[in-house]
């Protein structure tokens, strides 16, 4: 099953909805795990040390520091940028579907954009 990190400016009212949706999901906040004000690329250099999936809204920045990351040679395990404008319960559905329809380590590399199009 894929693993998740929501970035600090992600709407945690999404991650709370994934998990009360599927309580067995493995996703944590950075502001978890100490990385609370961390640049961008730190938080993409953890979560690609520990294999997570980003969730992010920050459109201004955050992807292009994965795809310099993917550029350089440097593992990124993916990236799901969900735009604000989604709705919340749409925003849950179409994370589901990737989890649900996603190989562990499949995203390597790669920008996702919710909603799919």
Not at 12 to 23: A, C, D, K, S
Not at 29 to 37: A, I, N, P, Y
Not at 50 to 75: H, M, P, Y
Not at 81 to 93: G, K, L, W, Y
Request: aromatic fraction near 6%; charged fraction near 30%; glycine fraction near 6%.
């Amino acid at each position: 099953m894929i693993r998740f990190a929501a970035d600090e400016n992600f709407n945690h009212t999404i991650t709370r909805g994934l998990l009360r949706r599927r309580p067995d999901l493995d996703v944590v906040r950075v502001q978890d795990v100490g990385l609370s004000g961390a640049e961008d690329q730190v938080v993409l250099e953890w979560a690609a040390r520990e294999g997570r999936v980003l969730l992010t809204q920050d459109a201004k920045t955050i992807t292009k520091f994965a795809f310099d990351r993917v550029r350089n040679g440097s593992s990124m395990p993916g990236v799901v940028e969900i735009r604000r404008n989604v709705p919340i319960a749409v925003a849950i559905d179409e994370l589901l579907v990737i989890v649900d329809c996603s190989h562990e380590g499949e995203w390597e590399g790669q920008v996702l954009y919710v909603p799919l199009r």
